[in-house]
DNA sequence: CTATTCCTTTGACATAAATCAAAAACTAAA
DNA sequence: TTTAGTTTTTGATTTATGTCAAAGGAATAG
């Protein structure tokens, strides 16, 4: 999904202030395997997926990669509170698939909350989507069997769920990959 | 905490617009057990809570009640997603505790976040930071140990874990009773 | 095209936490 | 204070999922 239609899909804005706004994203391509962050960096760029795979991961003691959430066409990816809150990030970002994204930097993105107030509008809906999103898996995740939390994983991302490796997958819904390959037969 | 205080605490309003967004809001007392939600209905109120605790929960299927989260002092109390997008709320919503409330209507709500700018970012980032206590709670869920979650809980929520009931908690954090008895001791 | 590396599947076994059941310890009411 | 109700603790057993190990398939680079 393009970045225009999805700003105008959530706020009506006119075709200045789409300009403006758009005027302050670059466009980028990133090649498979990119790491756009990593662990503990403080996230100063906000992109948007137009196409293409992205996941944020972290690292566990023991050294294992363990995916946080995937982002797909259409949507925002960062570090959020690293990004919104200028903290160390607890989290790597990848692309995981050839993918063209819009970048725009912490400060730009700043003057538009304060230039705009349909931009803090905008900014205020999309983060209550997101924490919609993440409250959804976590039910999934805390009363669900394994079984189950896979289904959910197939409705939350259905162009997804078969695009990406299957470790990925088995430890964004907290489980091994052992598992997951035992659920999916 | 006092409402005008966390309401400036984020965002610097001045005395004419403090005065203005308090006006919208009413103060309320609830004792220990009411229900301010049922699951099913929409929920078209804000809580802040002054003083007191609630808490939302839902039911799952074999009956059993499920905590979703713990809303202390100085906290805005809802179903999030119910409220916002005015669907049918997945949650109760209980006053555990005696309490002091400040409520609002969804109506003078939108009214107050487009008549200020000010009010749509303080919004914006009071969602953030849920945001980011949700992750927090998911992180502690799916890779910790139970007692480590209980760890979390008594870090998340200091002032709360040691006044509500154990079997409370025990759903909050995906266990049975039985293993929170058995980690507190 | 072939070799190396990575990813997925399968099997055997271990374990944290759930379930079931009942006793003990609080709380609140009469 | 006694009674009834609720909440918490303790014990015995079960189970879903994890861990460890190895083999089979796919993908990627040279």
Redesign the pocket.
Known sequence: MNISDFLTSIVPFDSAELGDILSCFEKKKFS?NTMLIEQGEICKTLYFIESGIGRSYFLKK?G?EVTQWFFGSGKFMSSVDSFFQQTPSLYYLEIIEDSVVYSISKSKMDELFSKYHKMEHFGRQVSIEMLTKVVNKLNAIQF??????YEYMLEEFPDISHR???????SYL????????????
Chains 1, 2 share one sequence.
Do not use: C, N, P, W
């Open positions: 498979k023991d294992k669900q069997t394994a079984k189950e939390r990406v490796a299957l470790g990925h997958i088995a907290g489980m091994t990959q052992e598992t997951l390959s035992r659920i999916r037969r």
